[in-house]
């Protein structure tokens, strides 16, 4: 085989490269066991890029059995991952294995065992369910049925409802199977109990908000209605829609979902729950005619709406319609009363709604098992006691973390952040997608893992460090009672990754792993209680903790089923960004659920980012993902991320210092710019201004004044001035005399300009304060206007040949080490620097 993924045992995967393995090996190892009279092993792919070692014995041992034999005589990568049993094995007509006659394992079926206690037959029902396959042994792989981490969140809270037991994810992960995870649940490991999420009685007038609820009521305290948080969806509707019947099925959804008809005024100088009764309410439901042209600008209009929290419902509906079988619904929520999770029951419940309305009847659904109040005064109490426990985890995992963590910017950073915001997509087609869904499940991990080690890298390797924090959100559904209620469980955590050490792509994904089970088992500490436990330095201009989100979900959104009308839903843009960066992977997915591409969108504030700088970190995180599904041992730092013609500008068009450089001394470039441009403003001191020619002249007749007073090509003048027209007018008419020009510093001990004036040999100094050493004959600084009066005179520009390798001035060093040396200075140094 080239390259083959073979899955052995639930928690044991192993990828070989260029290796052949025998499988004789495997099949006399089968055969070896009393029961087994024939044995045939094959790897089979069933699911495009997942391949597993299945064997077909004709045997009457079960699967459990099997699996230990072979487990004590072979390496772990060579234990098949399922076992059919057969009556006989297939054979073609020349007497070889028909492989094309080998069924397909079944989960549930002859590959592994029937639950043989309650508790697995529970545990495999609600695999099953969560799973959505028809029926799950006690021996199946949660993961290699297509589990994920937020399938396995929600399994979690469906099992600590079932058994009453408490779990984390750490758990499924390595506990993948019922049978597994049932025996560790029944040898006790499993924490107390939390407590039990009920209907309980509550005060209208005193009910709490939750904890992500309040960090947006104080958001939009502080800063003013925003549609920053806003959850717009574009509904297209294709067919005849009645308006009437949808605003009747809204009513039913808001009369369904208590937290669709909350607002939250404030109490006592605290925020509150208000829950209007259904028949209170108007639904909030607008009806317009538009053209084509106009339904862009009024779908974004609607998404941008500005809701007032204190007084308004949290749910704004608008249905546009350009015929009369064709219109779009546009349902936007605030994210104080919904999160992405949330679109699927309500789009489900508004489909179910307007069905029942169509027919005549109201819809027939059961009651929700809860409402977001009572889980508002649940997490209060489940907080008070375990806060402390969870808050102890995150100031270990948090400790010295860095103030700042990003993609380096193309501007300073504002010091107050607009949202202002774009995106940039790129696609990953399928055999990326299957590769990586591959990748994951052979190292124990998620797609989100593989896609988080994928950025980190790309992060670190793009200038943000090596320790790199980055946001993620969990579902915050950790009790199967909240599965189907809308509502904003949602919580965000800090992901830290350490990319030191040259690590290798597997490494770094190893470390990601370890980190995010971790903070997975501690989730629910909400992040603003967080922030405020560990006061990091707080900026208006930066998100704190983090600057970086990263999401993965599937890239089909919720839409509801409505009688007549084909319905297809999408995201309106927003045109805003919450942090400097948030990488998001949609998944889809083939007729089969399996891997079928993926789309990463880049949102990212416009404040520091231009599109060009976005659309070449997109680039290179596609090149990182198809470094590592390549090679999965590489090293981070050995990724390549430059484009040949990057790399070729990079190490050679940017290194590439050939240049044609211009000849000369520099007053004769002087005097060819002053013959150019001989009015413009060659020097600027407040209100007055030299033009070129101006100083031309005056320079030209200092330089004669200097040569009368004996200055010969490679004399040292010195000038002893401060900052101005006239320093400039002295060293110009130094350079067209010939002389070598020295500059000293008034600022400097009068030991040290003595030394310079001896060093360089000078006995002409240029100054209008004392002499600092004697022997020196002064020359009062320029007179400019007397300057230009004299060249007046002249007919004649001063020339004096003067060769390019002569010296033009000498600058000496501090002397911090020792006597300050000179450091002598040609035209011809001076004119092609």
């Excluded at 909400?526 to 704190?544: I, K, Q, T, Y």
Aim: proline share 7%; aromatic share 6%; with cysteine.
């Amino acid at each position: 085989f080239g390259e083959v993924v073979f899955e052995g045992r639930a928690d044991q995967q192993v990828k070989l490269r260029g290796f052949r393995i025998e499988l004789g090996e495997i099949e006399a190892a089968l055969v070896a066991h009393p029961s087994v009279s024939q044995a045939a092993v094959v790897v089979r792919e069933d699911r495009p890029g997942d391949k597993r070692l299945v064997a077909y014995v004709v045997s009457e041992a079960d699967a459990d059995t099997l699996h230990g034999h072979c487990a004590d005589r072979l390496a772990e990568y060579l234990v098949p991952s399922a076992f059919v049993a057969l009556a006989e094995l297939p054979l073609t007509a020349n007497g070889k294995l028909d492989r094309a006659a080998l069924p397909a394992p079944q989960a549930g079926g002859a590959t592994g065992r029937a639950p043989r206690t309650p508790a697995e037959e529970v545990l495999c029902g609600l695999f099953a369910d969560i799973l959505g396959v028809p029926a799950v042994s006690v021996d199946d792989d949660f993961f290699r049925l297509g589990g994920h981490s937020l399938l396995a969140t929600r399994l979690v809270g469906r099992v600590r409802s079932a058994l009453a037991t408490e779990l984390t994810l750490r758990d499924f992960f390595q506990y993948p199977t019922v049978a597994r995870l049932a025996e560790h649940i029944a040898g006790g490991a499993g924490t107390a109990p939390r407590p039990q999420l009920t209907v309980v009685p509550r005060s209208d007038e005193h009910l709490p908000l939750s904890a992500a609820q309040r960090r947006l009521w104080f958001l939009d305290q502080m800063e003013g209605p925003s549609s920053t948080y806003n959850i717009p969806l574009a509904v297209t509707l294709t067919g005849a829609v009645d308006p009437e019947l949808l605003r009747q099925a809204i009513g039913d959804v808001l009369a369904r979902h208590e937290v669709l008809r909350t607002s939250y005024p404030v109490h006592d100088g605290e925020p509150r729950q208000h829950i209007a009764h259904p028949d209170e309410v108007t639904v909030p439901l607008a009806v317009a005619d538009v053209t084509e042209d106009e339904l862009a600008d009024r779908i974004a209009g609607e998404a941008a709406h500005l809701f007032d929290l204190a007084a308004e419902l949290p749910l704004h509906a608008a249905l546009l319609r350009t015929g009369a079988d064709r219109s779009v619904l546009v349902l936007v929520v605030h994210h104080i009363a919904s999160d992405g999770w949330s679109n699927t029951p309500l789009m489900r419940d508004l489909g179910t709604a307007y069905t029942a309305r169509a027919e005549g009847t109201a819809p027939g659904w059961e009651p929700l098992p809860v409402q977001y109040a009572d889980y508002a005064l649940w997490q209060r109490d489940l907080l008070a006691e375990h806060e402390g426990t969870q808050l102890d985890h995150w100031r270990t995992a948090l400790a010295g973390l860095p103030a700042e963590s990003t993609l380096p910017a193309d501007r300073p950073r504002p010091a107050v952040a607009s949202y202002r915001g774009s995106t940039h997509t790129v696609h990953c087609p399928g055999e990326t997608h299957r590769a990586l869904t591959a990748l994951a499940r052979e190292s124990g991990a998620t797609l989100f893992m593989v896609a988080q080690a994928a950025t980190v890298a790309l992060l670190s390797r793009s200038g943000a460090g090596t320790d790199i924090p980055v946001g993620s959100l969990v579902a915050g559904r950790t009790d199967g009672a909240l599965e189907d209620l809308v509502g904003f469980f949602v919580n965000t955590l800090v992901l830290r990754t350490d990319a030191s050490g040259d690590p290798t792509f597997r490494d770094l994904l190893d470390r990601v792993r370890e980190t995010d089970l971790g903070a997975w088992a501690h989730q629910d500490l909400p992040f603003d209680r967080l922030v405020e436990a560990l006061n990091p330095e707080r900026s208006a201009a930066r998100h704190p903790l983090f600057q970086v989100m990263l999401t993965l979900a599937e890239a089909a959104e919720a839409t509801p089923a409505l009688p007549g009308v084909r319905a297809r839903t999408g995201q309106p843009g927003m045109d805003t960004a919450k942090f400097d960066l948030t990488v998001n992977f949609y998944e889809h997915r083939d007729r089969t659920g399996g891997p079928n591409g993926l789309d990463i969108v880049l949102e990212y504030a416009t404040d520091l980012y231009d599109p060009a700088t976005i659309e070449t970190a997109a680039d290179r995180l596609t090149r990182v993902l198809d470094a590592v599904i390549a090679d999965p041992d590489v090293r981070v730092a050995d990724i390549e991320l430059l484009t040949r013609d990057q790399r070729r500008a990079l190490l050679t068009d940017y290194n590439d210092t050939a240049a044609t450089l211009p000849t000369g001394t520099l007053h004769e470039l002087f005097a060819a710019q002053a013959a150019r441009t001989p009015d413009a403003p060659a020097l600027v001191c407040g209100e007055s201004e030299l033009s070129y020619r101006a100083l031309d002249r005056a320079s030209d007749a200092f330089a004669r004044r200097l040569a009368g007073l004996g200055v010969v090509p490679g004399t040292a003048v010195g000038l002893f001035l401060d900052r101005s027209p006239e320093y400039v007018v002295a060293a110009l008419g130094v350079l067209k005399a010939g002389g070598v020009y020295v500059p000293l510093d008034a600022r400097q001990p009068r030991e040290r300009l003595a030394f310079i004036l001896a060093d360089t040999g000078a006995t002409l100094l240029v100054t209008d304060r004392d002499a600092p050493a004697d022997g020196l004959t002064p020359l009062s600084p320029p007179d400019v206007p007397a300057l230009l009066a004299e060249a007046e005179a002249q007919t004649e520009a001063f020339q004096l040949p003067v060769h390019a390798d002569q010296l033009a001035y000498v600058m000496y060093t501090s002397g911090s080490s020792g006597t300050p040396k000179g450091v002598a200075n040609t035209h011809r140094n001076v004119v092609e620097l």
